[in-house]
Protein backbone atom coordinates (compact mmCIF):
# COMPACT_ATOMS: atom_id res chain seq x y z
CA UNK A 1 0.00 0.00 0.00
CA UNK A 2 1.39 3.16 -0.71
CA UNK A 3 1.63 6.29 2.37
CA UNK A 4 -1.89 7.84 0.49
CA UNK A 5 -3.67 4.88 0.93
CA UNK A 6 -2.86 4.06 4.32
CA UNK A 7 -3.84 7.16 5.78
CA UNK A 8 -6.86 7.17 3.45
CA UNK A 9 -7.61 3.94 5.34
CA UNK A 10 -6.40 5.04 8.70
CA UNK A 11 -9.41 8.05 8.19
CA UNK A 12 -11.97 5.59 7.14
CA UNK A 13 -11.43 3.31 10.27
CA UNK A 14 -11.59 6.40 12.27
CA UNK A 15 -14.42 7.78 10.66
CA UNK A 16 -16.24 4.26 11.13
CA UNK A 17 -15.82 4.66 15.18
CA UNK A 18 -13.00 1.51 14.60
CA UNK A 19 -10.37 3.48 16.78
CA UNK A 20 -8.09 0.06 17.67
CA UNK A 21 -7.97 -1.15 14.01
CA UNK A 22 -6.55 2.00 13.20
CA UNK A 23 -3.99 2.63 15.75
CA UNK A 24 -2.45 -0.71 14.89
CA UNK A 25 -2.70 0.26 11.55
CA UNK A 26 -0.55 3.24 12.22
CA UNK A 27 1.93 1.32 14.48
CA UNK A 28 2.14 -1.37 11.47
CA UNK A 29 2.88 0.81 8.99
CA UNK A 30 4.63 3.62 10.47
CA UNK A 31 2.39 6.07 9.75
CA UNK A 32 1.82 8.85 12.37
CA UNK A 33 -1.38 9.32 14.21
CA UNK A 34 -1.60 11.83 17.02
CA UNK A 35 -2.78 12.01 20.51
CA UNK A 36 -5.01 15.07 19.42
CA UNK A 37 -6.22 13.95 16.41
CA UNK A 38 -7.10 10.60 18.63
CA UNK A 39 -8.72 12.59 20.91
CA UNK A 40 -10.77 14.94 18.50
CA UNK A 41 -12.19 11.27 17.05
CA UNK A 42 -13.17 10.40 20.99
CA UNK A 43 -15.28 13.74 20.75
CA UNK A 44 -16.98 13.19 17.85
CA UNK A 45 -17.84 9.69 18.62
CA UNK A 46 -19.39 10.82 21.69
CA UNK A 47 -21.15 13.63 20.00
CA UNK A 48 -22.33 11.10 17.34
CA UNK A 49 -23.65 9.09 20.64
CA UNK A 50 -21.76 6.10 19.84
CA UNK A 51 -20.59 5.68 23.43
CA UNK A 52 -19.20 1.98 23.29
CA UNK A 53 -16.65 3.06 20.00
CA UNK A 54 -15.72 5.67 22.27
CA UNK A 55 -14.79 3.70 25.60
CA UNK A 56 -12.99 1.27 23.08
CA UNK A 57 -11.24 4.08 21.29
CA UNK A 58 -10.13 5.69 23.99
CA UNK A 59 -8.94 2.68 25.71
CA UNK A 60 -6.70 1.26 23.01
CA UNK A 61 -5.63 5.28 22.52
CA UNK A 62 -4.40 5.32 25.99
CA UNK A 63 -6.90 8.39 26.80
CA UNK A 64 -8.52 9.11 29.98
CA UNK A 65 -12.32 9.12 29.59
CA UNK A 66 -13.94 9.95 33.39
CA UNK A 67 -17.15 9.26 34.49
CA UNK A 68 -18.00 12.70 35.01
CA UNK A 69 -17.11 13.18 30.88
CA UNK A 70 -19.55 10.48 30.23
CA UNK A 71 -22.47 10.87 32.53
CA UNK A 72 -22.04 14.96 31.21
CA UNK A 73 -22.96 13.20 27.70
CA UNK A 74 -25.81 11.53 29.08
CA UNK A 75 -27.49 14.91 30.03
CA UNK A 76 -26.30 15.79 26.54
CA UNK A 77 -28.30 13.24 25.03
CA UNK A 78 -31.06 13.33 26.73
CA UNK A 79 -31.35 16.88 26.17
CA UNK A 80 -31.22 16.27 22.46
CA UNK A 81 -33.97 13.59 22.95
CA UNK A 82 -31.12 10.88 22.04
CA UNK A 83 -32.88 8.31 23.82
CA UNK A 84 -31.08 5.66 22.04
CA UNK A 85 -27.63 6.59 22.95
CA UNK A 86 -28.65 7.97 27.07
CA UNK A 87 -29.45 4.59 27.33
CA UNK A 88 -26.91 2.91 25.92
CA UNK A 89 -24.40 5.44 27.91
CA UNK A 90 -26.04 4.89 31.56
CA UNK A 91 -25.91 1.39 30.86
CA UNK A 92 -22.00 1.33 29.77
CA UNK A 93 -21.50 3.52 32.41
CA UNK A 94 -23.42 2.51 34.90
CA UNK A 95 -25.72 5.57 36.14
CA UNK A 96 -29.38 5.15 36.10
CA UNK A 97 -31.88 7.89 33.98
CA UNK A 98 -33.62 9.92 35.85
CA UNK A 99 -37.45 8.95 35.41
CA UNK A 100 -39.36 12.64 35.94
CA UNK A 101 -36.75 13.95 32.83
CA UNK A 102 -37.42 10.88 30.42
CA UNK A 103 -41.27 11.27 31.12
CA UNK A 104 -40.94 14.80 29.97
CA UNK A 105 -38.95 14.06 26.95
CA UNK A 106 -41.10 11.39 25.97
CA UNK A 107 -44.05 13.63 26.04
CA UNK A 108 -41.87 16.04 24.03
CA UNK A 109 -40.67 12.94 21.45
CA UNK A 110 -44.54 12.15 20.85
CA UNK A 111 -45.38 16.23 20.58
CA UNK A 112 -42.83 16.27 17.75
CA UNK A 113 -43.51 13.12 15.85
CA UNK A 114 -40.95 11.07 17.09
CA UNK A 115 -42.63 8.19 17.48
CA UNK A 116 -39.48 5.88 18.17
CA UNK A 117 -37.68 8.10 20.40
CA UNK A 118 -40.99 8.23 22.62
CA UNK A 119 -41.25 5.01 22.94
CA UNK A 120 -37.95 4.18 23.62
CA UNK A 121 -38.64 6.76 26.16
CA UNK A 122 -41.52 5.23 27.64
CA UNK A 123 -40.26 1.69 27.75
CA UNK A 124 -37.56 3.33 29.77
CA UNK A 125 -40.08 4.92 32.36
CA UNK A 126 -42.56 1.46 31.78
CA UNK A 127 -45.47 3.38 30.99
CA UNK A 128 -48.01 3.59 28.59
CA UNK A 129 -47.78 6.78 25.93
CA UNK A 130 -51.29 8.16 26.71
CA UNK A 131 -53.60 7.80 23.81
CA UNK A 132 -54.02 11.42 23.01
CA UNK A 133 -51.05 11.62 23.00
CA UNK A 134 -50.01 9.06 19.94
CA UNK A 135 -53.05 10.84 17.80
CA UNK A 136 -51.09 13.62 18.36
CA UNK A 137 -47.92 11.99 17.19
CA UNK A 138 -49.50 10.37 14.08
CA UNK A 139 -50.80 13.34 12.54
CA UNK A 140 -47.33 15.08 13.52
CA UNK A 141 -46.18 12.36 11.32
CA UNK A 142 -48.49 12.29 8.37
CA UNK A 143 -47.97 16.05 7.69
CA UNK A 144 -44.40 15.21 7.91
CA UNK A 145 -44.97 12.32 5.08
CA UNK A 146 -44.03 9.84 7.37
CA UNK A 147 -46.84 7.51 6.92
CA UNK A 148 -45.38 4.79 8.59
CA UNK A 149 -44.48 6.35 11.75
CA UNK A 150 -47.99 7.64 11.82
CA UNK A 151 -50.36 4.73 11.27
CA UNK A 152 -47.96 2.83 14.06
CA UNK A 153 -48.59 5.86 16.40
CA UNK A 154 -52.18 5.00 15.41
CA UNK A 155 -52.42 1.85 15.98
CA UNK A 156 -50.54 2.48 19.22
CA UNK A 157 -53.75 4.34 19.84
CA UNK A 158 -56.17 1.25 18.67
CA UNK A 159 -57.29 4.00 16.27
CA UNK A 160 -58.23 4.09 12.84
CA UNK A 161 -56.40 6.67 10.99
CA UNK A 162 -58.80 9.44 9.41
CA UNK A 163 -59.02 9.44 5.99
CA UNK A 164 -58.26 13.14 5.83
CA UNK A 165 -55.17 12.76 7.52
CA UNK A 166 -54.00 10.22 5.47
CA UNK A 167 -54.95 12.14 2.19
CA UNK A 168 -52.58 15.35 3.77
CA UNK A 169 -49.93 12.42 4.29
CA UNK A 170 -50.39 11.09 1.17
CA UNK A 171 -50.27 14.47 -1.02
CA UNK A 172 -46.60 15.38 1.28
CA UNK A 173 -45.20 12.05 0.05
CA UNK A 174 -46.24 12.70 -3.61
CA UNK A 175 -44.87 16.47 -2.98
CA UNK A 176 -41.14 14.88 -2.23
CA UNK A 177 -41.25 11.99 -4.82
CA UNK A 178 -42.04 9.20 -2.29
CA UNK A 179 -44.26 7.54 -4.46
CA UNK A 180 -45.12 4.47 -2.81
CA UNK A 181 -46.01 6.26 0.74
CA UNK A 182 -48.18 8.51 -1.23
CA UNK A 183 -50.19 5.61 -3.17
CA UNK A 184 -50.36 3.58 0.43
CA UNK A 185 -51.84 6.28 1.80
CA UNK A 186 -54.34 6.98 -0.96
CA UNK A 187 -55.34 3.61 -0.40
CA UNK A 188 -55.87 3.13 3.21
CA UNK A 189 -57.88 6.56 2.91
CA UNK A 190 -59.88 4.59 0.04
CA UNK A 191 -59.04 7.59 -2.26
CA UNK A 192 -57.54 7.82 -6.11
CA UNK A 193 -55.16 11.10 -5.62
CA UNK A 194 -55.00 13.79 -8.88
CA UNK A 195 -53.36 12.57 -12.00
CA UNK A 196 -51.66 16.08 -11.06
CA UNK A 197 -50.27 15.74 -7.82
CA UNK A 198 -48.70 11.90 -9.49
CA UNK A 199 -46.93 14.10 -12.30
CA UNK A 200 -45.73 16.33 -9.45
CA UNK A 201 -44.47 13.31 -7.65
CA UNK A 202 -43.23 12.22 -11.25
CA UNK A 203 -41.33 15.28 -11.50
CA UNK A 204 -40.00 15.30 -8.08
CA UNK A 205 -38.49 11.40 -8.38
CA UNK A 206 -36.62 12.55 -12.00
CA UNK A 207 -34.75 15.36 -10.07
CA UNK A 208 -33.31 12.93 -7.98
CA UNK A 209 -32.90 10.66 -10.82
CA UNK A 210 -35.06 7.74 -9.31
CA UNK A 211 -36.41 6.31 -12.41
CA UNK A 212 -38.08 3.58 -11.46
CA UNK A 213 -40.09 5.70 -8.89
CA UNK A 214 -40.82 8.27 -11.29
CA UNK A 215 -41.95 5.32 -13.81
CA UNK A 216 -44.16 4.36 -10.78
CA UNK A 217 -45.89 7.85 -10.38
CA UNK A 218 -46.49 8.63 -14.12
CA UNK A 219 -47.77 4.91 -15.05
CA UNK A 220 -50.31 5.72 -11.54
CA UNK A 221 -51.31 9.41 -13.18
CA UNK A 222 -51.32 7.68 -16.45
CA UNK A 223 -54.28 5.07 -14.64
CA UNK A 224 -56.12 7.39 -13.14
CA UNK A 225 -56.60 9.67 -15.85
CA UNK A 226 -58.04 6.25 -18.13
CA UNK A 227 -60.43 5.56 -14.58
CA UNK A 228 -62.36 9.06 -15.35
CA UNK A 229 -62.64 8.96 -18.54
CA UNK A 230 -63.46 4.84 -18.82
CA UNK A 231 -65.70 5.59 -16.28
CA UNK A 232 -69.77 5.84 -16.91
CA UNK A 233 -71.51 8.78 -15.64
CA UNK A 234 -72.99 8.58 -12.26
CA UNK A 235 -75.08 11.68 -11.41
CA UNK A 236 -76.12 12.08 -7.25
CA UNK A 237 -78.02 14.80 -6.04
CA UNK A 238 -76.88 16.82 -3.22
CA UNK A 239 -77.75 18.73 -0.34
CA UNK A 240 -76.61 22.48 0.38
CA UNK A 241 -75.41 21.60 3.27
CA UNK A 242 -73.26 18.85 1.58
CA UNK A 243 -71.82 21.28 -1.24
CA UNK A 244 -71.07 23.39 1.77
CA UNK A 245 -68.77 20.72 3.13
CA UNK A 246 -67.08 19.99 -0.25
CA UNK A 247 -66.14 23.67 0.26
CA UNK A 248 -68.84 25.15 -2.22
CA UNK A 249 -70.78 27.89 -0.72
CA UNK A 250 -73.59 28.80 -3.13
CA UNK A 251 -75.46 30.53 -0.45
CA UNK A 252 -73.95 33.32 -0.53
CA UNK A 253 -74.94 33.74 -4.33
CA UNK A 254 -77.03 36.80 -4.98
CA UNK A 255 -79.98 34.46 -6.84
CA UNK A 256 -82.22 36.85 -9.24
CA UNK A 257 -84.37 35.44 -11.97
CA UNK A 258 -83.21 37.17 -15.53
CA UNK A 259 -86.69 37.15 -17.10
CA UNK A 260 -89.11 38.13 -13.87
CA UNK A 261 -86.01 39.86 -11.02
CA UNK A 262 -87.91 37.64 -8.55
CA UNK A 263 -85.24 36.91 -6.01
CA UNK A 264 -87.24 35.00 -3.53
CA UNK A 265 -88.68 31.99 -5.18
CA UNK A 266 -86.55 30.07 -6.74
CA UNK A 267 -86.05 26.33 -6.28
CA UNK A 268 -82.28 25.32 -6.88
CA UNK A 269 -80.95 21.81 -6.94
CA UNK A 270 -77.88 20.44 -6.85
CA UNK A 271 -75.66 17.21 -8.69
CA UNK A 272 -72.46 15.89 -8.64
CA UNK A 273 -71.23 14.36 -11.64
CA UNK A 274 -68.91 11.67 -11.50
CA UNK A 275 -67.27 12.54 -14.94
CA UNK A 276 -67.46 15.54 -16.83
CA UNK A 277 -69.40 15.31 -20.30
CA UNK A 278 -66.11 15.33 -23.45
CA UNK A 279 -67.75 14.50 -26.25
CA UNK A 280 -71.49 15.05 -27.77
CA UNK A 281 -72.28 11.76 -27.00
CA UNK A 282 -71.64 12.18 -23.24
CA UNK A 283 -73.60 15.51 -23.17
CA UNK A 284 -76.58 13.57 -24.39
CA UNK A 285 -76.27 10.21 -21.96
CA UNK A 286 -76.09 12.73 -19.46
CA UNK A 287 -79.29 14.94 -20.31
CA UNK A 288 -80.96 11.40 -20.48
CA UNK A 289 -79.99 10.57 -16.92
CA UNK A 290 -81.15 13.83 -15.71
CA UNK A 291 -84.49 13.74 -17.42
CA UNK A 292 -85.24 10.20 -16.46
CA UNK A 293 -83.80 10.07 -13.11
CA UNK A 294 -84.38 13.42 -11.48
CA UNK A 295 -87.11 15.01 -13.88
CA UNK A 296 -84.35 17.69 -14.81
CA UNK A 297 -84.59 18.91 -18.20
CA UNK A 298 -82.37 22.48 -18.49
CA UNK A 299 -79.21 22.91 -16.12
CA UNK A 300 -75.65 24.32 -15.99
CA UNK A 301 -72.43 22.28 -15.65
CA UNK A 302 -69.39 23.08 -13.87
CA UNK A 303 -66.38 21.16 -14.83
CA UNK A 304 -64.05 19.34 -12.32
CA UNK A 305 -65.00 22.06 -9.61
CA UNK A 306 -65.46 18.42 -7.36
CA UNK A 307 -61.97 17.07 -8.26
CA UNK A 308 -61.17 13.88 -9.34
CA UNK A 309 -62.97 15.40 -12.72
CA UNK A 310 -66.51 15.49 -11.25
CA UNK A 311 -68.06 17.78 -11.76
CA UNK A 312 -71.17 20.12 -10.39
CA UNK A 313 -74.44 20.21 -12.19
CA UNK A 314 -77.14 22.97 -11.09
CA UNK A 315 -80.47 23.05 -12.01
CA UNK A 316 -83.11 26.06 -10.59
CA UNK A 317 -87.11 26.81 -11.81
CA UNK A 318 -88.51 30.45 -11.30
CA UNK A 319 -91.35 29.96 -9.04
CA UNK A 320 -92.96 32.83 -10.07
CA UNK A 321 -92.83 32.78 -14.01
CA UNK A 322 -90.93 29.32 -14.38
CA UNK A 323 -87.69 30.56 -16.46
CA UNK A 324 -84.79 28.03 -16.12
CA UNK A 325 -82.24 31.03 -17.07
CA UNK A 326 -80.85 31.36 -13.51
CA UNK A 327 -77.66 30.52 -12.91
CA UNK A 328 -76.08 29.07 -9.68
CA UNK A 329 -72.66 29.05 -10.83
CA UNK A 330 -70.12 28.99 -7.36
CA UNK A 331 -67.84 30.82 -9.42
CA UNK A 332 -67.88 33.12 -11.61
CA UNK A 333 -64.92 32.61 -13.15
CA UNK A 334 -65.17 29.46 -13.58
CA UNK A 335 -66.52 28.34 -17.12
CA UNK A 336 -70.02 26.16 -17.15
CA UNK A 337 -71.76 24.34 -19.57
CA UNK A 338 -75.11 25.12 -20.40
CA UNK A 339 -77.71 22.05 -21.18
CA UNK A 340 -80.79 22.57 -22.10
CA UNK A 341 -83.46 20.77 -23.57
CA UNK A 342 -83.07 20.09 -27.54
CA UNK A 343 -85.99 20.98 -28.90
CA UNK A 344 -87.48 18.36 -31.35
CA UNK A 345 -88.63 19.58 -34.43
ZN1 LIG B 1 -88.83 34.41 -13.05
Not at 36 to 61: F, H, M, P, S
Not at 174 to 180: E, K, S
Not at 188 to 212: F, H, M, S, V, Y
Not at 313 to 318: N, V
Request: hydrophobic residues 35%; aromatic residues 6%.
Amino acid sequence: MTDEKVAAYIKKCLDAGRMEEAIDTSRVTGTPLSKEELDGYIRKYLENGWVQKAIDGAKAAGIELSKDVLSGYVDKYLEKEKIYSAVDASRIIGIPLPKEKIAVIAKECLRKGKIASALEAYKIIKEKPPEEELIICGNICFKDGLLADGLEAYKLANKTPPEDELVICGNVCFNIGQVTSGLDAYKLANKTPTKEILRICGEACLLEQRNDDARKAFVAAQKVEEMIYSRTIDVREISLEELKKLKIDISKKDLTCPDCENRTNIKERYFEVSRCPENKEDEEELHKIMKLQYGVENFYIELDVLGNGRGLISSSICGNCGSNNIVLSSDDEIGYTEIKARKKE
